[in-house]
Antibody, heavy 120, light 108 residues
Protein backbone atom coordinates (compact mmCIF):
# COMPACT_ATOMS: atom_id res chain seq x y z
CA UNK A 1 0.00 0.00 0.00
CA UNK A 2 1.10 3.55 -0.64
CA UNK A 3 2.82 5.16 2.32
CA UNK A 4 4.46 8.51 2.78
CA UNK A 5 6.43 8.65 6.00
CA UNK A 6 7.74 12.02 7.05
CA UNK A 7 10.53 12.94 9.40
CA UNK A 8 9.78 13.94 12.94
CA UNK A 9 8.96 17.17 14.69
CA UNK A 10 11.52 19.94 14.76
CA UNK A 11 12.10 22.94 16.98
CA UNK A 12 14.08 25.73 15.38
CA UNK A 13 15.23 29.19 16.30
CA UNK A 14 14.34 32.20 14.17
CA UNK A 15 16.70 32.52 11.24
CA UNK A 16 17.46 28.82 11.11
CA UNK A 17 16.58 26.34 8.37
CA UNK A 18 14.64 23.10 8.46
CA UNK A 19 14.73 20.08 6.19
CA UNK A 20 11.86 17.63 6.15
CA UNK A 21 11.96 14.27 4.44
CA UNK A 22 9.14 12.23 2.95
CA UNK A 23 9.95 8.59 2.28
CA UNK A 24 7.66 6.90 -0.18
CA UNK A 25 6.82 3.24 -0.51
CA UNK A 26 4.24 1.02 -2.13
CA UNK A 27 4.43 2.54 -5.59
CA UNK A 28 6.85 3.42 -8.36
CA UNK A 29 8.40 6.56 -6.95
CA UNK A 30 9.64 8.07 -10.18
CA UNK A 31 6.19 8.03 -11.76
CA UNK A 32 4.53 10.42 -9.35
CA UNK A 33 5.16 14.03 -8.51
CA UNK A 34 5.14 15.35 -4.97
CA UNK A 35 3.77 18.51 -3.44
CA UNK A 36 4.40 20.19 -0.14
CA UNK A 37 1.59 21.79 1.81
CA UNK A 38 1.58 23.34 5.25
CA UNK A 39 -1.01 24.28 7.82
CA UNK A 40 -0.29 26.86 10.49
CA UNK A 41 -2.36 26.81 13.68
CA UNK A 42 -5.91 27.88 12.97
CA UNK A 43 -5.14 28.52 9.32
CA UNK A 44 -6.13 26.82 6.10
CA UNK A 45 -3.87 24.57 4.10
CA UNK A 46 -1.22 26.40 2.13
CA UNK A 47 0.49 25.00 -0.95
CA UNK A 48 4.24 25.60 -1.00
CA UNK A 49 5.52 23.92 -4.13
CA UNK A 50 6.06 20.71 -6.02
CA UNK A 51 8.53 18.59 -7.89
CA UNK A 52 7.52 17.05 -11.18
CA UNK A 53 8.38 13.38 -11.41
CA UNK A 54 8.82 13.40 -15.15
CA UNK A 55 11.47 16.07 -15.55
CA UNK A 56 12.52 17.04 -12.02
CA UNK A 57 11.06 20.47 -12.58
CA UNK A 58 10.19 22.36 -9.44
CA UNK A 59 7.68 25.12 -8.99
CA UNK A 60 7.23 27.16 -5.87
CA UNK A 61 4.59 29.45 -4.52
CA UNK A 62 5.82 32.98 -4.95
CA UNK A 63 5.38 33.42 -1.21
CA UNK A 64 8.16 30.92 -0.54
CA UNK A 65 10.17 31.31 -3.75
CA UNK A 66 13.26 32.73 -2.08
CA UNK A 67 13.30 30.38 0.89
CA UNK A 68 12.17 26.92 -0.18
CA UNK A 69 13.88 24.11 -2.03
CA UNK A 70 12.23 20.83 -2.94
CA UNK A 71 14.31 17.95 -4.26
CA UNK A 72 14.33 14.20 -4.40
CA UNK A 73 16.65 11.29 -3.99
CA UNK A 74 15.24 8.70 -6.35
CA UNK A 75 17.63 6.01 -5.07
CA UNK A 76 16.06 6.40 -1.63
CA UNK A 77 12.50 7.07 -2.84
CA UNK A 78 12.56 10.17 -0.71
CA UNK A 79 11.54 13.76 -1.29
CA UNK A 80 12.84 16.66 0.73
CA UNK A 81 11.65 20.15 1.49
CA UNK A 82 14.03 22.70 2.93
CA UNK A 83 12.84 26.05 4.24
CA UNK A 84 15.32 28.73 5.26
CA UNK A 85 15.23 31.97 7.25
CA UNK A 86 12.53 30.69 9.55
CA UNK A 87 10.31 33.02 11.53
CA UNK A 88 7.57 32.34 14.05
CA UNK A 89 5.09 32.52 11.18
CA UNK A 90 6.60 29.33 9.80
CA UNK A 91 5.36 27.37 12.80
CA UNK A 92 3.10 24.83 11.15
CA UNK A 93 2.53 21.22 10.28
CA UNK A 94 4.18 20.43 6.96
CA UNK A 95 2.83 17.71 4.70
CA UNK A 96 4.07 15.99 1.61
CA UNK A 97 1.21 15.06 -0.69
CA UNK A 98 1.49 12.85 -3.73
CA UNK A 99 0.12 14.05 -7.03
CA UNK A 100 -2.57 11.72 -8.32
CA UNK A 101 -0.52 11.19 -11.44
CA UNK A 102 2.39 13.23 -12.74
CA UNK A 103 0.90 16.68 -13.00
CA UNK A 104 -2.75 16.74 -12.02
CA UNK A 105 -1.97 19.19 -9.23
CA UNK A 106 -4.36 17.30 -6.98
CA UNK A 107 -3.38 14.93 -4.20
CA UNK A 108 -4.25 11.35 -3.41
CA UNK A 109 -1.90 10.38 -0.57
CA UNK A 110 -0.52 12.49 2.22
CA UNK A 111 2.24 12.07 4.72
CA UNK A 112 1.43 12.11 8.40
CA UNK A 113 2.72 15.64 8.80
CA UNK A 114 5.82 17.11 10.44
CA UNK A 115 5.38 19.77 13.09
CA UNK A 116 7.89 22.58 12.88
CA UNK A 117 7.97 24.99 15.79
CA UNK A 118 9.96 28.19 15.42
CA UNK A 119 10.69 29.81 18.74
CA UNK A 120 13.50 31.70 20.36
CA UNK B 1 -3.79 34.60 -5.47
CA UNK B 2 -7.26 33.08 -5.64
CA UNK B 3 -9.02 33.06 -2.28
CA UNK B 4 -11.58 30.31 -1.78
CA UNK B 5 -14.42 30.94 0.65
CA UNK B 6 -16.56 28.03 1.73
CA UNK B 7 -20.03 28.21 3.20
CA UNK B 8 -21.41 27.33 5.55
CA UNK B 9 -18.66 26.96 8.10
CA UNK B 10 -20.63 24.24 9.86
CA UNK B 11 -23.51 22.18 8.53
CA UNK B 12 -25.68 20.20 10.93
CA UNK B 13 -27.70 17.48 9.26
CA UNK B 14 -29.06 14.00 9.89
CA UNK B 15 -28.20 10.78 8.07
CA UNK B 16 -30.29 10.45 4.94
CA UNK B 17 -30.47 14.19 4.35
CA UNK B 18 -28.87 16.08 1.51
CA UNK B 19 -25.78 18.20 2.10
CA UNK B 20 -24.68 21.13 -0.01
CA UNK B 21 -21.36 22.88 0.46
CA UNK B 22 -20.41 25.98 -1.45
CA UNK B 23 -16.95 27.11 -2.53
CA UNK B 24 -16.70 30.59 -3.94
CA UNK B 25 -13.52 31.87 -5.56
CA UNK B 26 -12.28 35.45 -5.57
CA UNK B 27 -11.83 35.12 -9.34
CA UNK B 28 -12.71 32.62 -12.01
CA UNK B 29 -11.04 29.23 -11.67
CA UNK B 30 -9.40 28.29 -14.94
CA UNK B 31 -10.64 25.17 -16.72
CA UNK B 32 -12.88 24.34 -13.74
CA UNK B 33 -9.78 23.09 -11.94
CA UNK B 34 -11.50 22.69 -8.61
CA UNK B 35 -11.17 19.67 -6.33
CA UNK B 36 -12.98 18.58 -3.19
CA UNK B 37 -11.50 16.65 -0.28
CA UNK B 38 -12.88 14.96 2.79
CA UNK B 39 -10.93 15.02 6.03
CA UNK B 40 -11.69 12.96 9.13
CA UNK B 41 -9.91 13.34 12.48
CA UNK B 42 -6.64 11.47 12.58
CA UNK B 43 -6.78 10.67 8.88
CA UNK B 44 -5.22 12.17 5.80
CA UNK B 45 -7.46 14.07 3.42
CA UNK B 46 -9.20 12.00 0.75
CA UNK B 47 -9.86 13.45 -2.65
CA UNK B 48 -13.45 13.09 -3.82
CA UNK B 49 -13.86 15.27 -6.88
CA UNK B 50 -11.53 16.88 -9.41
CA UNK B 51 -12.23 19.05 -12.41
CA UNK B 52 -15.25 20.42 -10.52
CA UNK B 53 -17.42 17.39 -11.27
CA UNK B 54 -15.34 14.27 -11.95
CA UNK B 55 -15.56 11.70 -9.23
CA UNK B 56 -12.37 9.93 -8.26
CA UNK B 57 -12.48 6.18 -8.78
CA UNK B 58 -14.00 4.46 -5.79
CA UNK B 59 -15.91 7.47 -4.48
CA UNK B 60 -19.62 6.69 -3.99
CA UNK B 61 -21.97 8.30 -6.47
CA UNK B 62 -23.84 10.09 -3.69
CA UNK B 63 -20.97 12.59 -3.90
CA UNK B 64 -21.24 15.03 -6.78
CA UNK B 65 -19.64 18.30 -7.75
CA UNK B 66 -20.86 21.09 -9.93
CA UNK B 67 -20.12 24.64 -10.87
CA UNK B 68 -17.94 26.79 -13.05
CA UNK B 69 -16.35 30.20 -13.10
CA UNK B 70 -16.10 31.23 -9.48
CA UNK B 71 -18.94 29.23 -7.90
CA UNK B 72 -18.73 25.56 -7.09
CA UNK B 73 -20.80 23.14 -5.07
CA UNK B 74 -20.27 19.78 -3.45
CA UNK B 75 -23.45 17.80 -2.92
CA UNK B 76 -23.90 14.64 -0.91
CA UNK B 77 -27.27 13.29 -1.94
CA UNK B 78 -28.08 11.10 1.05
CA UNK B 79 -25.79 11.31 4.04
CA UNK B 80 -24.33 8.16 5.45
CA UNK B 81 -22.89 8.07 8.99
CA UNK B 82 -19.35 7.92 7.60
CA UNK B 83 -19.84 11.16 5.65
CA UNK B 84 -19.67 13.38 8.71
CA UNK B 85 -16.31 15.05 8.36
CA UNK B 86 -14.65 18.26 7.21
CA UNK B 87 -14.79 19.09 3.51
CA UNK B 88 -12.54 21.53 1.74
CA UNK B 89 -12.07 22.72 -1.79
CA UNK B 90 -8.84 23.35 -3.67
CA UNK B 91 -8.27 25.27 -6.88
CA UNK B 92 -5.40 24.27 -9.11
CA UNK B 93 -6.11 26.47 -12.08
CA UNK B 94 -3.55 29.08 -11.18
CA UNK B 95 -0.54 29.12 -8.94
CA UNK B 96 -0.39 29.30 -6.01
CA UNK B 97 -2.88 26.49 -5.68
CA UNK B 98 -5.14 27.43 -2.82
CA UNK B 99 -7.57 25.83 -0.41
CA UNK B 100 -10.84 26.74 1.17
CA UNK B 101 -11.03 27.07 4.92
CA UNK B 102 -13.18 23.96 5.28
CA UNK B 103 -16.78 23.11 6.13
CA UNK B 104 -17.54 20.88 9.05
CA UNK B 105 -20.42 18.50 8.42
CA UNK B 106 -21.75 17.38 11.78
CA UNK B 107 -24.53 15.10 12.91
CA UNK B 108 -27.63 16.96 14.00
Amino acid sequence: QVQLVQSGAEVKKPGASVKISCKASGYTFIQYSMHWVRQAPGQRLEWMGWINAGNGYTKYSQKFQDRVTIYRDTSASTDYMELTSLTSEDTAVYYCARDRLQDTLTFDYWGQGSLVTVSS
Amino acid sequence: EIVLTQSPGTLSLSPGERATVSCRASQSVSYRYLAWYQKKPGQAPRILIYGASARVTGIPDRFSGSGSGADFTLTISRLEPEDFAVYFCQQYGSSPYTFGQGTKLEIK
